[in-house]
């Protein structure tokens, strides 16, 4: 049993870890789109809830971690990345259900964008900050219609929540072995979202949603969340927040494939800029700086 682990590890590892990233985005956009139905049909709060959950589940189940045995610093950082999971999820779901999801997502952004230009100190990566951003703001442009302010407000929440996500699951996935830090902190999510979103709303919960949400949270949080802990540990946090602009891309795919949510000619210009500025960010890397973040695994 030991050696079947030790060999699909090693086999992982070989794997590049932009497509671990890359495979994290779609699972993450298309867990998104899924999830519109159910949040319009039980509301977004019961729907996020249900999401935390499932994902908790998985997750303690897999890990199953030894509590008594972490020390008090590893327990407050989980703690820390369960409550911004929390936020991040139920501020993101609230905008979903009141505007577009590459809207949203869009705007959920300036978050790993933030996280990106702190820490950059080359020239070449700011130029491809701002291109990501001019692609993030082309893709916020409607040929008709006004967007919903607080959905707006509600999405710029969650990239806030979203940039101290990157830093702490970093921070996490370093200070814990294997996915025990990511349990604990969904199971921390799981607990603060249950009073939020089962507790006074129990009463709309029907058999398909619970279902449907379990089958959703296969893809995330369970699958995007897990790669995305192990990308961090291979790679820097501002790296990953720049190819995290590949975000609003998927999104607004995902929000044309699976809700027929049309893209405009100003959208497609702001999917090519992130898109080049993704692969521009991974391709301009040094070669020492790549060495260094794959040593990291």
């Known amino acids: 049993m030991i050696s079947n682990l030790t060999r699909w590890r090693n086999l992982a590892e070989k794997i590049p870890v932009v497509l671990w990233l ?16 159910v949040i319009h049909r ?28 972490i020390g008090r ?28 999801l590459g809207m949203a997502v869009s705007i959920e952004f300036l978050g790993p964008l933030a ?30 219609g006004r967007a919903d302010t607080l959905g707006l407000i509600l999405a710029a929440a969650s990239g ?20 025990q ?12 979202g249950l009073p939020i979103g089962i507790v006074p709303h129990w009463q709309v919960l029907g058999f398909g949603s619970v279902i449907a949400m379990a089958l959703i949270s296969l893809l995330s949080p369970i699958l995007t969340f897990g790669l995305e802990m192990a990308s961090l540990r291979r790679m820097e946090p501002r790296h990953f927040g720049i190819l995290m602009s590949l975000e609003p891309v998927m999104a607004a795919v995902m929000g044309f494939l699976v809700l027929g949510q049309r893209l405009s000619t100003a959208q497609l210009a702001g999917m090519a800029c992130v898109t080049l500025a993704s692969f521009g960010t991974v391709a301009a890397r040094p070669k020492q700086t790549q060495t260094t973040s794959n040593g990291e695994a």
């Open 181 to 192: 830090g990511l349990a604990l902190s969904m199971a921390v999510a799981g607990l603060v």
């Open 22 to 37: 890359v495979t994290a985005i779609c699972s993450a956009q298309l867990a998104s789109s899924l999830s519109v139905s």
């Open 160 to 179: 806030l929540c979203w940039g101290g996500y990157i830093l702490m699951t970093r921070r996490v996935g370093r200070a814990f072995s294997g996915m």
């Open 42 to 69: 039980i509301g977004s709060p019961t729907a996020t809830s249900l999401r935390l959950i499932w994902g908790a589940v998985f997750f303690l189940a897999v890990a199953r971690p030894r509590i008594w045995s």
């Open 115 to 144: 996280v990106a230009l702190a820490g950059s100190r080359r020239l070449l990566d700011l130029l491809w900050v701002i291109l990501a951003a001019l692609g993030v703001w082309l893709l916020t442009l409607q040929d008709h």
């Open 73 to 100: 610093k590893q327990l407050t950082a989980a703690f820390v990345l369960g409550l911004i999971t929390t936020g991040m999820s139920f501020f993101f779901f609230a905008a979903v259900g009141r505007i577009p």
